[in-house]
Nanobody, 117 residues
Framework: QVHLVESGGGSVQSGGSMRISCAAS????????MGWFRQAPGKEREFVAS????????TYADSVKGRFTISRDNGRIAVILQMNSLKVEDTATYYC??????????WGQGTQVTVSS
């Protein structure tokens, strides 16, 4: 079974930076991408960023373009999300996910990111 473990998160003031990471273990050989989603209280889960393995294709939600960067961690099935210029509206639980073919099949347990004004 695939397991995703997230690390990082916490609290930061508006304008600050934070890094969160996700690493996968288990049968990940046929995965095609890893990504981040987030869910704020009372809102639906939304896509944040993803990284495709084959062409290192980085994709971002419009709301985070220019502020967030997703990168691969040392060639592992793992990614880092560097978040800069954080805003209060970035406050959410951030979930890591692993993609197989066209499905985000496995999910992490989530890590809380809180941005205060």
């Amino acid at each position: 079974q695939v397991h995703l473990v997230e690390s990082g998160g916490g609290s930061v003031q508006s304008g600050g930076s934070m890094r969160i990471s996700c690493a996968a273990s288990g049968p990940t050989r046929t995965s095609v991408a890893m990504g981040w989603f987030r869910q704020a209280p009372g809102k639906e889960r939304e896509f944040v960023a993803s990284l495709g393995w084959s062409r290192y294709r980085q994709t971002y939600a419009d709301s985070v373009k220019g502020r967030f960067t997703i990168s691969r961690d040392n060639g592992r099935i793992a990614v880092i999300l560097q978040m800069n210029s954080l805003k209060v509206e970035d406050t959410a639980t951030y979930y890591c996910a692993l993609k197989y073919e066209s499905e985000w099949r496995f999910w992490g347990q989530g890590t809380q990111v809180t941005v205060s004004s």
